[in-house]
């Protein structure tokens, strides 16, 4: 097990296009989420999944946002027609389904939109 | 939202001495908090946790305290050496609840200095 995973470490791209990134949670770990971090603040809930069930979304989740988790495995992030203010890190983490146990993070995708 | 702040932005101190972080919570109902450390350029990790039917908690060179009455968490190094060098972030989570989130504070970041 190589814990959590995201891809891209980093992307790059122009105001008003669309981005996707994806996370590969710890297997076996039913529970997703997924968090915005911007420099020096911690990091932001936006949407967490049980299985392929998005069960919560954050108000900073805009219409722009999607994010999905087809077969309860993986999981994307889309921002459609992005914003210099959606630049930031996205951090995905896993946990068990039990209550009460820790999240494990990924090492985040860098956005900057220029 | 619920509040989850730290009382110092920055803390410095020198290898081998103690360094205690402090994070203030907001939510009585809160009933799990996790301390976290992040490097930079990489996503939070895991350090200590602990229920709120417990006020202390011990691993290896860190303590957890946490004071109920008064919504307040600490994190206890002991001889703190430059790897520990990071931002410190408290999380809380009311774990009963199906959306399970962790909200995090600001951090406080830690230089150990040799």
């Known amino acids: 097990d190589t814990g959590v995973s995201q891809n891209p470490r980093h992307k790059i791209t122009k105001r008003g296009q669309n981005v996707t990134f994806r996370c590969d949670p710890i297997?076996?770990?039913?529970?997703l989420y997924w968090y915005r971090q911007t420099l020096g603040q911690g990091p932001e809930f936006l949407t967490y999944f049980q299985n392929e069930a998005q069960l919560e979304k954050s108000r900073l989740l805009s219409d722009r946002f999607s994010a999905e988790r087809p077969k309860g495995s993986f999981s994307t992030l889309e921002i459609q027609r992005t914003e210099q203010g959606d630049s930031a890190m996205y951090l995905c983490?896993?946990?068990?389904?039990?209550?009460?146990?820790?999240?494990?993070f990924g090492q985040g995708t860098r956005l900057t939109v220029v | 939202g619920e509040s989850v702040g730290l009382h110092l932005p920055t803390l410095s101190v020198q290898e081998g001495d103690n360094s205690i972080i402090n994070c203030a919570y907001s939510n009585s109902a809160s009933d799990y908090f996790i301390w976290y450390k992040q490097e930079s350029g990489k996503g939070p990790q895991f350090i200590i946790d602990?229920?709120?039917?417990?006020d202390k908690r011990q691993g290896q060179r860190v303590t957890v305290l946490l004071n109920k009455t008064v919504k307040h968490l600490s994190l206890q190094i002991a001889a703190t050496q430059p790897g520990d060098s990071a931002v410190y972030f408290c999380a809380e989570n009311t774990g009963g609840r199906a959306g399970n989130q962790f909200y995090f504070g600001t951090g406080t970041s830690l230089t150990v200095i040799p």
């Open positions: 297997s076996e770990h039913n529970r």
């Open positions: 602990i229920r709120s039917n417990m």
């Open positions: 983490a896993s946990s068990p389904g039990v209550a009460n146990t820790e999240a494990f």
